[in-house]
């Protein structure tokens, strides 16, 4: 019998659960965490090409402000609930708290499929959007950035928006901007560096090096273009890739450079000639050394996972493996980064963005990666010392390692009441 699908929140709060037992959270604390501090639901009238008017459903959801504002992207996608943009928003806690970076955990997104809009469209829910939420968000409340079905282009006319509204420049408000409107260099593949940072870490504490590791990707989207492309010119062998339309595998290692050619003109990976066609579900199973979920949530259930032959899974997307599947997982002797963990690397580069901002002073690209590197392995180190201490699995040890931050934060803030 199929099982019910699984709703992100509940999979956030069930790990947040076994954390916070394990670290002996006061239970105060524990409740708050369990839910958002605030969620705001707008309807969204847009004209559309054809003269008729289409009211659209947006979220933003702030789960967590004790660190500093709220941070997290913007998601188009027909299948966006509530429940699962404070999932996100919650993550977003963790995962700054994770990599140590000034912010709360923040979300949103538009229930429309941003492949059926047109630029005009787009640009127009994309402003009626930020003015509704306009209250709530702020350099210094809540700065917003891209994900799924959102990019550069979407960001400035975040920018756009807020700044004719406040009637300044206010660049800081939203981060993974065009260079020209304040971007930081770095941004676009910074999510993606960081997948590769983690995996060369992840690699080490196995004792094999990331040159000549096997890896499979699947989404090829922002984090998993970049992350392909990075694990290849650090000399991984990537043998699959996929995405929404399709998956292909080629043994011998994929020519990356050739693909993101093909890709960038057939929008897709399939049909590249230098591969043979698999089923995309089978690429979550193929033997390698490095998994990449580099898509979307819940691709790694309880019903695939005692097949999966990976050594190490890096998460670079939000929440691609169930909560049911990580003992599977865990029992298998695979390692997880754990997604607030590794696909950080976005928002930590977003925080450089926002410093850059602020500072009106701008980095030269190495200075940000380096930076990176430094904020990823630390996080990396720090993340596999509690998972060490509390004889947990590494997304546990993420998750305490956070809410000990959170907790500490809020304990000297106290309750407001
Ligand atoms: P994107 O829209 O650029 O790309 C998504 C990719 O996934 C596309 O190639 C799409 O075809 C593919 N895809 C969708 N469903 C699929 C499926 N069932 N099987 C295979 N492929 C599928 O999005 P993105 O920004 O790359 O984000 C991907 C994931 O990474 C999301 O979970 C997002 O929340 C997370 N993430 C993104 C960033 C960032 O900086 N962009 C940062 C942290 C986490």
Not at 85 to 103: E, I, L
Not at 347 to 364: A, L, M
């Amino acid at each position: 019998m199929p099982h019910a699908p699984i709703n992100p929140y509940e999979s956030m709060q069930a790990s947040l659960r076994v954390a916070s037992e394990l670290y002996g959270l006061d239970d105060a604390l524990f409740k708050v965490f369990m839910a958002p501090t605030r969620s705001m639901i707008v309807s969204l009238p847009v004209l559309m090409d054809n003269g008729q008017w289409e009211v659209f459903t947006g979220y933003r959801v702030q789960h967590n402000l004790t660190r500093g504002p709220a941070k997290g992207g913007i998601r188009y996608d027909i299948n966006v609930t509530l429940d699962e943009v404070k999932a996100m928003a919650a993550w977003m806690t963790w995962k700054t708290a994770v990599v140590d970076v000034p912010f709360g955990g923040g979300k949103g997104g538009i229930v429309c499929d941003p492949n059926r809009l047109s630029m005009g469209e787009k640009e127009r829910l994309t402003r009626r959007y930020i003015a509704e939420i306009m209250d709530i968000i702020g350099p210094d409340r809540d700065v917003p950035a891209q994900d799924m079905g959102t990019d550069a282009q979407t960001m400035a006319w975040v920018l756009d928006t807020y700044n004719m509204h406040v009637r300044r420049t206010e660049n800081a408000v939203v981060t993974g901007k065009p260079l020209s409107l304040g971007g930081s260099l770095g941004r676009n593949e910074a999510t993606g560096r960081g997948v590769l940072i983690t995996a060369r870490e992840a690699m080490q504490r196995l004792g094999k090096p990331l040159a000549g590791a096997t890896v499979a990707v699947q989404g090829f989207g922002n984090v998993g273009s970049q992350a392909t492309r990075l694990l290849h010119e650090a000399g991984a062998r990537i043998v699959a890739v996929s995405d929404s339309r399709g998956a292909i595998k080629n043994d011998r290692g994929l020519d990356i450079h050739a693909l993101l050619k093909h890709v960038s003109e057939a929008k897709t990976v399939t049909g590249f000639k230098g591969a043979e066609a698999m089923d995309p579900a089978a690429l979550l199973t193929h033997q390698v050394d490095i998994l990449v979920p580099a898509a979307t949530e819940n691709q790694i259930t309880e019903d695939n996972a005692p097949k999966i032959r990976a050594k190490i899974i890096v998460e670079g997307a939000n929440g691609p493996t169930a909560p049911e599947a990580d003992p599977i997982l865990q029992e298998n002797g695979i390692l997880v980064v754990p997604d607030i963990l590794a696909n950080a690397g976005g928002v930590t580069v977003s925080y450089f963005e926002w410093v850059q901002n602020r500072q009106g002073f701008y980095w030269r690209e190495r200075e940000v990666n380096e930076r990176l590197v430094d904020y990823m392995t630390h996080a990396f180190q720090a993340t596999f010392a509690t998972t060490d201490k509390y004889k947990t699995n590494p997304r546990i040890g993420a998750y305490i390692l956070a809410l000990d931050r959170v907790a500490q934060a809020m304990k000297y803030r106290g309750f407001y009441a």
